[in-house]
């Protein structure tokens, strides 16, 4: 549409109007004639018109395709500003990237629920469902938890929320995660694990106040180590997939920020963290899922059919150690993007200590469901797995007052209800 003042333009000129009464022939035609080619003038204008707006239009939407962004602007700057809000004495104000995630999702509530402020950061990805994402958003968004959609390689995005918020901690849990996809998307596990750590330390480093890093590495870095239970101060330089070794690399790369810019970094290494709004791509809930659709399930083993086992830790208490591990943070010691002392550098198990192997497991999800699995054994294909899997947590035990206290039985149980739920069976037919 013209705007109001090219209307106005168009209708205060009309064309071919003239008061005089007397007119010959000959000035008659003359006057036809002139008035036939003003018109025709002005419906050049008009075509002329016409086609610059629809291109001026076709610019206008191209360039907000591409220049489009989730973020910025008053009132997106409110909200994050709202969401920060502290509500008690001493409390934090946290950015947890990948907080639309399954670990990211839970930290998120139990900082909001102790009075910290929080903004969330998710890029959405279609790595699975993200339905289940938009999901865990809504119930973010339902405690005021206010989640910015966007990617930890965003640069300028990154230093507007410093900008806004002075961050006195970053929970990062934003990563491509899994093990075997690995071999199917290798760049994605550059692109967040590696490229998008590093914006988000440059961030950090160059933000003031500074804040202190507590992010998720894996127990995956222990790779080929053989050595039981695994410490901390064990082997990790046979990493055996592409994903442990974009979490290794993220050790070094985080120490690295730690020596130069003085940055307080706590790494946590989880160990196979399951529970209610888990991630569906992990062996449990795709397990739950083919099992109650009567689908078979594929049960790897390793070499001489020995049973691979992992250390499968419960939710909740993966929680409580990010908690402790927030807590305990000292103070980055950087400021104007340069190192002013020494900093804490501190690297964490987060396991259960009682590994459980995968038949197991499968046993006690046939037991909540009710049903049996259709269970194809096959030896381990070498697709970056590990046998087995079991930590030793007496530094966490120490350092932090981790404690887990929920084993597998227990801890799968609740997972099995809330996969009933979320997906609308009736409980009360499955659930022992
Ligand atoms: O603790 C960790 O470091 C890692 O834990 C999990 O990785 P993983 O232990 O391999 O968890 P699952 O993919 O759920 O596999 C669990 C077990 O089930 C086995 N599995 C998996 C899939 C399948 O179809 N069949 C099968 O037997 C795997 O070999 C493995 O032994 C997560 O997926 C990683 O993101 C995380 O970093």
Redesign the pocket.
Known sequence: MPSLAEEELFLTSKPGKSKDKSHTMHRHFHRCFASTSTMFLWALFLVALTASYLSFQSFVDNSSKYLSTAWGGIQWEKQVRASAQIHRTNGFSVLVTGAAGFVGTHVSLALKKRGDGIVGLDNFNNYYDPTLKKARKSILNSHNIFIVEGDINDARMLAKLFDIVAFTHVMHLA?Q????YAMKNPNSYVHSNIAGLVTLLEECKNANPQPAIVW??????YGLNEKVPFSESDRTDQPASL??AT?KAGEEITHTYNHIYGLSVTGL??????GPWG?P???????TRNILQGKP?????GKNRVD??????YIDDIVKGCMASLDTAKNSTGSGGKKQGPAQYRIFNL?NTSPVT?PM?VGILEKHLKNKAKKNFIE?PGN??????HANISSARTELGYKPTTDLQTGLKKFVRWYLSYSGYNHDKFVM
């Open positions: 990563a995660a899994g093990v075997r998720a590495s894996s127990s995956s870095v994903y442990a979490k290494r989880f160990f196979t963290v399951y991630r791509d992990m062996a449990y809930f795709s397990f399930i594929t049960i790897y083993r691979l086992a992992r250390d499968f830790t396991g995968v497991m381990m970056g797995d590990v046998p087995f899997t």
